[in-house]
């Protein structure tokens, strides 16, 4: 881009803490374009031990470091070598740190190409250094040394700067003046490109551009259409054919035959007995219309046996079917390889072609209103400067406008909320921008889709929004259906804290110092007096605000009061303990405490205020409305009218719910004691009533389908939670062999989780297996502290032995900290929650699976405390059901081939001293138990895990 000449810099250090952690290894190259003119490279000697993970992760020799100069041997020499010189890294500001953390000073600007290649390459799925230099092709062999980062990451900064003299006029204009407001030193490329792209103006033409050399006022427009247009044209809505032929069970069968469509599809290809079988279940189900609940074991393809007669049911008939799942992983697995694969093998065997779409909510898409009235105020804050500088550079190279493809960081998520498409302001079909909306786009997609790949909670969320949300349909299949309540009982809660209540105070009405005033009551007038006055219903509108404007002043001290007078409560209870986030069910005992009649008081002026600010608006909502229908031009307020009014009457009936008591709710309060935040939430009792009145009993076909759903033989379990009444059942065993790939031990001899010792011994009994088994372990918690603690306890143990230790909430992403099992199976995975379900691990990188401790729910969480008081027995007949299923998807974590061998060990004994102990292992496959001492374990760890690398070898 220039003849200026740079530095790039990369350290590597013993971890991330600085003032902490130390560097041992620095390097640096001054270069100008893609020419690296010089070269320094330094090993330094810490004050302290390397971490196996970092000697792991970058390959240094300690035995070359203990030889190594420290830091201030070497400091100078690295000053001098960098000089003045521009500074150029990538995530840079760590890197600066810690050599500030030496002594060093750092005056000339600084340029980030982190931050720079989330401008210039949206849609990356990483900017991680190795990950951006493999998709540029920039040869980067040896990944996490100085040296080599620090040459690969000038190749980057020099084609980052080629990329960005590819940007218009316009753009790099806009650019250029949005970066003024926050004064990022990148501002200086991209004036730099600016300035060298004009003075190129004439020789080389700019699409869009006038001749004249003007910039246009919205820049991004003309390459958005081009990107959103690039795709097929639109396609007209999904029609019944007529043709209502139930589909044929034995060429569902024929589809999975080795001469069959799979056969010939796929080299290698080997049926599997229990995925033909639930092929044909879910063709009867949708030739009978009925519901089916499906237990299909890890290793069925219980994906393709759903999807194949769906898809031919969907294509043969022109009918909708809509395919929910929980997790990411499994959304993005069905739709970007399933279904494309399913596509493919359709063409190729002459089957009718199928369209798929995947629908997300709808605040997932960008606004391109709302984006462009947020360009054009003058006070933004940074965070949504940064984020509207990315979306600048996004927006001509997307076709979905769905935030996953934007790399937000940290604060600039929130800045999301201000461009994305919400309810409140969305006027529909009546906005100027209608054509191009993403959103609009995806939903007229979906509607011309066969199947509609969607998850729980905007399922549910459509129920909410009593089918708004998504297209028509009358066939579904839910996959991870175990997941279900937790879904439905969370989409279908009411929050609500003080920030709420005041900014709906806000957006009625706020004054903001030096006779600035906003909000709708105030914009009201000025709308009135730009249309004549309104007539007849401008009077009643002027009215209604005079009569409302006491009440609003009213509220806020109301809202203030009620809340000092919760916080107060739940401070007080003798229950609520030190915990940092503080839940206290309102239960009618709590209710009956003197202290409360206080509040009771207190929130019916506060409802009563509700009401009067809601009838009012009521009115003006109609006025607006009889205007709108006359004249128009009055959509925006309209719609903000409708909303509030809205939120008055559901904040004023659903916290009426917490605070007065509902039968048919779970109530309580949250107190964040760190951030001084209290919430009111109400949740279902039961969202089986729910789901079997608006939703199953709508529609024609419902398949439920799960690798964990039932207990001891049957469903009735999850049936009664999710309200599915009469259906067809399949329970299909896994083709893996247990019995010979897997063995279950349970120690005898350990304390019990209540016990005294118990923590010590998990900390021990890890260390001894993982040091039996080389590591290639996967530990299971119920709780994250429990889970610290160990990580602490038996970090520097196993490092001793080369073993390292990786920690969920510490050590990265559960993705990143997966692949590092894969790529150093001499490790131990400490991890809980997300952990116990949805993690792959196939081959001998994971062999030992230890959980730790038998997933019972916290029995004082509200939900569960409400719930168990349904039943005569609790415990028997709910705690211990929904461990069970918990269990089961822990223990699928272990055996993910036909190859996978490995051991299973329960530190928990009470499935030997308990009555229930019986059930888990009831509803586990077939597999061999093992019980005997704790000592005995590694021994016999190490003769498995041998005998296995023995027969495989």
């Not at 609003?552 to 809340?563: G, H, N, S």
Request: glycine share 6%; proline share 5%.
């Amino acid at each position: 881009m220039n003849n200026r000449i740079y530095v790039a810099i990369d350290v590597e250090t013993t971890g991330l803490q600085s003032g902490l952690d130390e560097i041992i290894e620095v390097a640096a190259v001054t270069f100008r374009g893609h020419e690296i003119l010089d070269r320094f490279e330094q090993l330094v000697r810490p004050r302290q031990a390397v971490p196996l993970k970092i000697t792991r992760l970058t390959g240094i020799d300690p035995a070359a470091l203990a030889q190594a100069p420290r830091f201030n041997e070497i400091g100078a020499d690295l000053a001098r070598f960098i000089g003045n010189r521009p500074i150029v890294g990538h995530s840079i500001g760590f890197d600066l740190t810690m050599l500030r953390a030496q002594g060093m000073q750092f005056n000339q600007p600084v340029y980030d190409t982190f931050e720079l290649a989330t401008l210039l390459l949206p849609q990356v799925s990483s900017y991680k250094l190795s990950a951006l230099a493999a998709h540029l092709g920039i040869p980067h062999p040896d990944a996490h040394r100085a040296l080599n980062d620090a040459e690969v990451t000038a190749q980057l900064f020099a084609r980052l700067s080629e990329r960005m003299l590819q940007l218009d006029l316009a753009t790099l204009s806009e650019m250029v003046r949005l970066m003024g407001k926050i004064g990022t030193p990148l501002r200086d490329l991209f004036e730099e490109a600016l300035r060298q792209k004009a003075r190129n103006a004439f020789r080389d033409p700019i699409l869009g551009q006038q001749s004249t050399g003007t910039i246009s006022a919205e820049p991004t427009l003309f390459a958005l259409s081009s990107a959103a247009d690039a795709g097929s044209p639109e396609l007209p809505p999904l029609r019944p054919t007529g043709d209502t032929r139930p589909l044929d069970l034995d060429q569902i069968a024929d589809f999975f035959s080795p001469e069959g469509v799979f056969g010939q599809a796929f080299p290698g290809y080997e049926p599997r007995p229990p995925q033909i079988e639930m092929a044909r279940a879910v063709a009867t189900a949708f030739n009978h219309s009925e519901p089916l609940i499906v237990e299909a074991g890890t290793g069925t393809g219980k994906s393709m046996a759903y999807l194949v007669p769906a898809t031919l049911y969907a294509a043969q008939r022109g009918e909708r079917v809509v395919i929910s799942t929980n997790t990411i992983n499994l959304q993005d697995q069905l739709y970007n390889k399933d279904i494309p694969d399913l596509q493919r093998i359709f063409a190729a065997a002459g089957l009718p072609p199928f369209r798929a779409a995947l629908l997300k909510g709808r605040s997932n898409y960008l606004c391109l209103k709302r984006y462009h009235e947020l360009r054009r105020l003058e006070n933004l804050t940074t965070e949504e400067v940064r984020a509207l500088l990315k979306i600048q550079l996004w927006l001509p190279t997307t076709t979905s406008g769905d935030r996953t493809e934007l790399p937000l960081v940290d604060r600039e998520q929130s800045a999301w909320n201000r461009v994305n498409v919400s309810v409140e302001t969305c006027t529909g079909a009546r906005c100027p921008h209608f054509r191009e909306c993403y959103f609009f786009r995806a939903r007229r997609v979906a509607e011309s889709a066969h199947l509609v790949v969607v998850n729980h909670a905007l399922l549910i969320a459509d129920l909410a929004a009593a089918s708004q949300v998504l297209p028509p349909y009358d066939h579904l299949v839910i996959d991870e259906a175990h997941n279900l309540e937790d879904v439905a009982t969370d989409q279908l809660s009411f929050n609500l804290d003080q920030a709420g209540l005041l900014k709906f105070l806000d957006d009625l009405f706020q004054t903001g110092g030096a006779q600035v005033v906003s909000g709708l009551l105030s914009e009201l007038p000025a709308v009135l007096s730009e249309i004549g006055g309104g007539g007849a219903a401008g009077e009643r509108i002027t009215a209604a605000i005079e009569r409302m404007r006491p009440s609003l002043i009213r509220a806020r001290t109301a809202v203030y009061e009620c809340f000092n007078l919760l916080t107060r409560f739940v401070q007080l209870d003798p229950e609520s303990g030190g915990q940092y986030d503080t839940r206290l069910r309102l239960t009618k005992g709590v209710r009956q405490r003197p202290e409360w009649q206080e509040i009771e008081l207190a929130w019916q002026n506060l409802n009563d205020i509700l009401a009067l600010i809601g009838n009012e608006l009521a009115v003006i909502e109609e006025q607006l409305r009889e205007l709108e229908e006359a004249a128009g031009g009055l959509d925006d307020l309209l719609l903000r009218t409708e909303v509030l009014r809205r939120f008055a009457t559901d904040a004023r009936v659903r916290s009426g719910h917490v605070i007065f008591g509902d039968d048919d709710s779970i109530c309580w309060l949250t107190y964040d004691r760190q951030r001084d935040v209290l919430t009111l939430t109400a949740a279902p009792l039961s969202v089986a009533e729910i789901l079997q009145s608006q939703l199953f009993a709508q529609k024609q076909t419902s398949i439920l389908a799960s690798a964990t759903l039932s207990i001891a033989g049957t469903f009735d379990f999850v049936k009664s939670r999710i309200g599915l009444e009469d259906c067809q059942e399949l329970m299909l065993d896994s083709p893996f062999d247990y019995a010979q790939q897997a063995l279950v031990y349970i120690p005898n001899d350990i304390p019990e989780p209540n016990q005294r010792g118990y923590q010590p011994m998990i900390e021990q009994a890890i260390i001894d297996l993982a040091i039996a088994s080389g590591g290639r372990m996967l530990a299971l918690f119920t709780a994250s502290n429990a889970l610290r603690q160990t990580y602490t306890a038996i970090q520097e143990v196993l490092e001793d032995h080369g073993i390292g230790v990786m920690a969920q909430g510490i050590d990265g992403s559960r993705k990143a900290l997966v692949d590092r099992l894969k790529e150093f199976p001499r490790s131990v995975l400490l991890g809980t929650n997300s952990f116990w379900e949805g993690v792959d691990v196939v081959g001998d990188a994971l062999s030992v699976l230890v959980i730790t401790k038998l997933p019972f729910a916290v029995p004082t969480d509200p939900i569960v405390a409400a719930r168990s008081e349904l039943f005569t027995d609790p415990f028997n007949e709910y705690s211990v059901p929904q461990s069970i299923l918990r269990f089961k998807q822990g223990f699928g974590r272990l055996i993910r081939s036909r190859e996978d061998r490995g051991i299973v060990v329960v530190l928990d004994r009470r499935l030997l001293t308990k009555k229930y102990g019986q059930q888990f292992l009831d509803s586990l496959p077939p597999t061999r138990v093992r019980t005997g001492t704790l000592a005995s374990l590694p021994g016999l760890v190490a003769r498995f895990l041998q005998k296995v690398n023995g027969s495989s070898g």
